[in-house]
């Protein structure tokens, strides 16, 4: 069964985590993403999108202005915050009360948007890259998302035990920086630094990382893993998305970061049925 976390935000908020699914809509303001680059890169058409996932039942919307697909190219800090920091304060304006988290690896694009009304900081290299992250993470008491990405890591080791051990590390370095653990959420990084093989395993060894004490996070959507299965584009995996968001959640995962809100959270709230007894109550 799942595991129930309470993530303290910096806005008074608290971000629940339990057997109901979370749903993370996904809003890419850059023009080179792999599956939806440009479609939301100009302010107007992301809150838009925004306000979209939001009524189709988003509990988060992830906004970030760096792509991380293979072969993406770098964009400096201050073109990244060109791209999200608008589009955060025009949600913001417009009433938005539903928890933006900020997908970057840079702490000044993390500090400014925290500073502009984001409450998570989703972090891709989980705390290890640049030791400014956890720091900024503390100063604002943000919610943070950490998730598994070893460039260095050794591909004869088996994926779940270094994945764990990578965590333990990331762990120690936001206790070291003053973040509650409470504050933490784990993404095992699909994709990230990973084989075809790697990802299913992962995928199949949920449970091992929702034992680990923390909320985790789910990240499948559209990507190549399920591309290579089934041998379709990224706008042809939704059915394939919702089968990994399903096998993960009933294996305990809390957060699933999707680019379909509402077909994945339909899946999810039957799973949710399934494991808990149904509710007829809207929402």
């Known amino acids: 069964m799942h595991s129930t976390h309470a993530i303290p935000l910096p806005n008074g908020q608290t971000l629940r985590l339990g057997p109901m699914p979370t749903i993370m809509g996904i809003l890419n303001v850059t023009p080179d993403s792999f599956s939806d680059g440009g479609a939301h890169n100009l302010i107007d058409a992301a809150v838009a999108h925004a306000l979209a996932m939001i009524a189709e039942g988003a509990d988060i ?29 025009a949600l913001i304006a417009a009433g938005v009360t539903t928890p933006i988290s900020i997908d970057s690896h840079k702490p000044l694009v993390a500090d400014q948007a925290v500073q502009s009304g984001a409450v998570l900081i989703n972090d891709v290299h989980g705390l290890q890259r640049d030791p400014d992250m956890a720091a900024v993470a503390a100063l604002h008491r ?3 998302i950490a998730m598994h990405w070893d460039v260095a890591r050794d591909p004869d ?29 784990l993404d095992p990084g699909f994709g990230f630094g990973k084989s075809l093989s790697d990802n299913y395993a992962v995928l199949n060894a949920t449970r091992r990382l929702t034992n680990c004490g ?11 893993m399920i591309g290579k299965v089934l041998h379709n584009e990224p706008s042809e995996r939704l059915a394939g998305t919702i089968a990994a968001n399903v096998l993960a959640y009933a294996n305990g995962a809390h957060i699933f970061r999707v680019h379909d809100v509402k077909p994945n959270r339909d899946a999810l709230r039957i799973a949710q049925a399934t494991l808990y007894g149904p509710s007829t109550e809207r929402g």
């Open 61 to 89: 919307i992830d906004i970030g202005g760096e792509s991380t697909r293979p072969g993406s190219t770098p964009v400096s800090t201050q073109e990244e915050l060109d791209r999200v920091i608008p589009v955060i304060e």
């Open 142 to 144: 943000a919610g943070v």
């Open 157 to 185: 080791k088996p994926i779940v035990d270094d994945i764990i051990r990578y965590f333990e590390r990331t762990v120690a370095l936001a206790e070291a920086a003053g973040i509650s653990r409470t504050s933490l959420v």
């Open 214 to 224: 923390f909320g985790v996070l789910i990240g499948t959507s559209r990507k190549s």
